[in-house]
């Protein structure tokens, strides 16, 4: 086991039915994540990112969710082969997750320090109630709150708080994985900044390994060891972010970074991606991106891509790398 | 050239349960024909009442807006409907702006009909049709319900509701902040087609900056309330002057792995603009904030067409 990863997800599939019809949210995502490090799953409305991060967590609600296949090992075990009493030792815990709307998250009949030690509580039922409360007012001051508002209530807060406030939450059971879930999206760029940083340097002290689901390259830039880019529920790219960033390879990968307005040189026009992301409730063959790629040919359209190796951890799956060596 | 948009000391206060909300206070700004101002500052600082306020959707408490240098602060009945007619708005949200129940034809035509310049259904029908290719949408939508489309079909369908008068100025609020990237590029592209064609002129009010700094010729930096900086575009990112300003940029997060800027980061939150102080509203949050911030700030020029409110501006440089 020595050499295995923290975490690996491999083949993971997951479908949604509504109203008889499938939805092929996820189709077949493999990756792994080394103890400590930071992942940036990034990909467009719809792509299945915040799927593979409840199928991780185990929160999927199934029905309409129903995973079909995969394994996912974290610390060499495989969670979809749990318990659920198994899971609910091991959510909050050992995973956690941060949701994107720290507005929704919150109760807002309890007051946060109620919210925090009810977490602590619930995973060490040695503390009393009085020593849970204590390590909510740490975790708050942890995250730059004073501890004396641990008796106020979600609406009293700001967003940026509240959000502080889901974070200590989060990490209030020192979590070996946290699935970040679009933390700052509902936030300011100032606060974003402030937030990002914390997560940060939290992660820092207590060596977690963090999967940051975005869609924000910019975000995934500042804060990540590496990168997956998620389109249809594929990776179609992935690789650390010096290597993903510095050679995008994928048509989809640079298609989203040539739609960016860029804030160091000028450009006159955009270079937007063509067409529509694809109706998830048909089952494509080949490459899912080649309907709005410019570059697709028949063999994309057919059979399965294999990821090809581009050196170090860069993959990419596309047939012109296949091809050559290179798109 | 010619300003289409003059404001003089604009206000715009909310009666709220805890005292009065300077939502948009005291702000002076003009906007060229043909041009474009972008207005940016963080959730709350009343970027979308200034606009909304201009476009006469809210009544302003106080000061002035000139149409083409005419005051059309107080405009009424006859009179605001031809201004409308010049001033129009694009929504954030291509969900809620849209009725569910009204087909993108009759959505597009409804303003068509209010104005009473189209004398026959013919007349209006060729007018759909030419407002459809000018925006990009295909005719066999003409009887598509808004649910039937993706969000940036739906923004097209937006857009085409608010040019189709042939206004002068059009207000942007957040046009592209529910789009996603790939499509976003598309819309800001048409946005900017369509500026040229018409010589529209656009305030575009957002939170990206980076969308803000690729479409605007001007931009000007909202606190609380208050202008805090404005300045030709490129100036504005070439040498932010105002603290406020200088820690927004810095927030930004950038793409750009090899070259990682200095973040400034802020102490504390924004606090609100109910029964704020006098002075500057940023110096609760500002490393450089001294006594003097705390008697009103004006707003000085440092460069053409720039102009900053902090009164430290000369010493921080």
């Known amino acids: 086991m020595g050499n295995n990863p923290f975490l690996s997800v491999k083949d993971l599939r997951v479908e949604y039915t509504s109203d008889k019809k499938a939805i092929y949210a996820v189709n077949g995502v493999s990756f792994e994540l080394e103890k400590g490090k930071s992942l940036g799953l990034v990909g467009e409305t719809g792509a299945g990112k915040t799927t593979i991060a409840k199928s991780i967590m185990r929160i999927l609600q199934c029905p309409p969710a129903c995973i079909k296949s995969g394994e996912i090992y974290l610390d060499g075990e495989d969670l979809l082969q749990k318990s659920e009493k198994d899971m609910l030792e ?34 060490d039922k040695s503390l009393s109630k009085h020593e849970a409360e204590q390590k909510a007012i740490e975790m708050m001051e942890m995250v730059g709150i004073v501890g004396s508002r641990a008796v106020e209530f979600p609406f009293q807060f700001s967003g940026g708080m509240k959000q502080r406030i889901v974070i200590a939450i989060a990490l209030a059971c020192n979590p070996q994985l946290l699935l970040a879930d679009e933390p700052t999206t509902a936030l300011d760029v100032t606060i974003q900044a402030q937030v990002l940083r914390m997560i940060k340097d939290l992660q820092d002290k207590i ?36 290597e993903v960033f510095d050679a995008p390879t994928h048509p989809y990968t640079r298609g989203l970074f040539d739609s960016l307005p860029k804030l160091n040189e000028k450009t006159d026009r955009l270079t937007p991606i063509p067409g529509m992301p694809l109706d998830p409730s048909i089952k494509f063959e080949g490459c899912p991106f080649a309907p709005r790629c410019e570059r697709a040919t028949d063999r994309c359209r057919q059979g399965e891509i294999h990821e090809t190796h581009l050196g170090g951890t860069h993959y990419c799956s596309c047939v012109l790398c296949d091809q050559r060596g290179e798109a | 050239m010619a300003p289409v948009i003059e404001i003089r000391n604009l206000k715009k206060y909310f009666g709220v349960a805890a005292g009065t909300n300077h939502a948009v206070d005291d702000i002076t700004m003009t906007i060229e024909k043909g041009t474009t101002m972008g207005v940016v500052g963080e959730s709350g600082c009343g970027k979308s009442t200034l606009g909304r306020t201009i476009i006469r959707l809210l009544e302003p408490t106080a000061g002035n807006i000139l149409l083409n240098g005419e005051d059309i602060t107080h405009a009424k009945g006859h009179q605001l409907t031809k201004v409308r007619e010049k001033m129009q708005i694009i929504f954030q949200d291509p969900y809620s702006s849209l009725n569910p129940r009204m087909s993108v034809e009759d959505t597009v035509s409804e303003p068509l009909v209010i104005s009473k310049k189209y004398k026959s259904k013919a007349e209006i029908n060729d007018a759909i049709t030419e407002i459809f290719s000018l925006v990009g ?35 942007c609020d957040e046009p592209v902040s529910a789009l996603d990237v790939s499509v976003q590029a598309a819309v800001l592209n048409l946005l900017m087609d369509l500026q040229e064609q018409r010589k529209l002129t656009y305030m575009f009010v957002t939170h990206d900056l980076s969308v803000v700094k690729h479409i605007s010729t001007n931009i000007s930096v909202m606190y609380l309330g208050q202008l805090v900086e404005t300045s030709p575009s490129d100036e504005l990112f070439d040498m932010p002057l105002h603290p406020y300003t200088k820690a927004l940029l810095s927030a930004i997060p950038s793409t750009d792995i ?24 940023f110096a609760p949050r500002c490393p450089h904030a001294t006594e003097a911030c705390s008697q009103p700030q004006a707003l000085q020029e440092v460069g053409k067409n720039h102009f900053v409110s902090c009164c430290r501006v000369k010493e921080l440089g």
């Open chain 1, 90 to 123: 091991i959510r909050g815990k050992e995973i956690a997750m941060i949701f994107q709307d720290p507005m929704s998250a919150l109760n807002p009949l309890m007051t946060v320090g109620e919210q925090i030690a009810e977490v602590v509580a619930t995973h």
């Open chain 1, 207 to 242: 060596e977690t390994s963090m999967i940051l689901i975005t869609h924000d390259l910019g975000v995934v830039a500042e804060t990540c060891d590496t990168v997956n880019i998620v389109y249809a529920g594929k990776i179609l790219e992935k690789g650390t972010v010096e």
């Open chain 2, 137 to 171: 949408i295909d005719q066999r939508f003409r009887n598509a319900y808004p649910h039937e489309m993706d969000g940036g079909r739906r923004q097209r369908v937006g857009i085409a509701r608010a040019i189709a008068l042939n206004p002068e100025f059009v207000m």
């Open chain 2, 258 to 281: 090899h070259h990682k800027k200095e973040q400034i980061l802020m102490k504390g939150e924004i606090t609100s603009a109910i029964n704020p102080k006098p002075g500057c509203r």
